[in-house]
C-alpha cells in the first residue's frame, strides 16, 4: 500500500483490542443504518454490503460490481471502489463499539474491476491513538485469496452521538441503535 503519513499509525499508536462486545467470530454483522449508502437494505441504490467479522476484529464483505456502478464501459468506478472500501473499513472500526467517522481515506488502484466480478473485501485496523484509529482494507478478485485490485488505508476519527445530533438526524439513527435520543 503507498500510505501517507497520516494514514500511518503515529508513534505510541496501540494495537486494538477485541472489545468484550464484538460479535462473536463468524458472527454476521448488521447494518447500522437501512439507508447506509454502503450497507442499507432500503438503500435501493446502494452497494448492500453484507459484512461478518472471522475473529471480531476484522471485517469481510463481497461487493458484486453492476452495471449502475461503471465509469468506463463495463469497469467499476473508481470512486464507489472507494465507497466499498469506506464502508468496509467503518464495518471494521464499529467493532470497538464507537462511533467513528472518515477523516481521510487513500486509495490505490491496482486492477479493473469489470462488471459482474465479486470484489472480496477485507478491513482490519493497525493501531489506535487517541481519536484517532488507523485502518486497512483491500478488495481481491473472484477469491479471498484473487488478486488484490483496490487497497484502501483511512484514518477516521471517533466522534460522540451529538456529532449525528447536531449534522444529520439522530432520531433515524437511534430508531436502529440503543440510544436515547433526549436522555
Ligand atoms: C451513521 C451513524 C450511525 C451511528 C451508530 C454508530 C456509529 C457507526 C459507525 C460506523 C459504521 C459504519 C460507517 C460507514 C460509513 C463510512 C464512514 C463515513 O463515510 S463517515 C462520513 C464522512 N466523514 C465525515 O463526514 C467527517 C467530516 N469531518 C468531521 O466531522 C470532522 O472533521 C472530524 C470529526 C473528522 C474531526 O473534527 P474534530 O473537530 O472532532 O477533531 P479534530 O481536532 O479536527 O481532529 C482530531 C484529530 O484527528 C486529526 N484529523 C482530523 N481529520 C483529519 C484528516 N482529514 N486528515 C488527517 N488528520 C485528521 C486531527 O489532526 C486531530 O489530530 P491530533 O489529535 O491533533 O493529533
Known amino acids: 500500500m503507498t500510505r501517507s503519513p497520516l494514514t500511518t499509525p503515529q508513534p505510541g499508536a496501540a494495537p486494538p483490542a477485541v472489545h468484550p462486545e464484538a460479535p462473536p467470530p463468524g458472527t454476521g454483522l448488521r447494518s447500522h443504518y437501512n439507508h447506509c449508502f454502503g450497507c442499507g437494505a432500503d438503500q435501493r441504490h446502494g452497494l448492500h454490503l453484507t459484512a461478518r467479522t472471522p475473529d471480531g476484529s476484522t471485517v469481510e464483505a463481497e461487493f458484486t460490481v453492476g452495471e449502475a456502478h461503471q465509469g468506463a464501459p463495463m469497469l467499476a468506478h473508481g470512486g464507489v471502489l472507494a465507497a466499498a472500501m469506506d464502508e468496509v473499513i467503518g464495518m471494521s472500526v464499529y467493532l470497538f463499539r464507537k462511533p467513528y467517522v472518515t477523516g481521510r481515506l487513500e486509495t490505490d488502484y491496482l486492477l479493473p474491476v469489470p462488471v459482474g466480478t465479486t470484489l472480496h473485501l477485507r478491513a482490519w485496523c493497525n493501531g489506535i491513538a487517541g481519536r484517532k484509529a488507523y485502518l486497512e482494507a483491500e478488495g481481491r478478485i473472484g477469491a479471498p485469496g484473487g488478486p488484490v485490485a483496490v487497497r484502501a488505508a483511512a484514518l477516521f476519527i471517533e466522534v460522540n452521538m451529538e456529532h ?3 449534522h444529520g438526524d439522530l432520531a433515524a439513527i ?5 440510544y436515547e435520543v433526549n436522555p
Not at 437511534?174 to 440503543?178: I, K, N, R, S
Open 164 to 166: 449525528f445530533a447536531e
Open 174 to 178: 437511534a430508531a436502529e441503535h440503543d
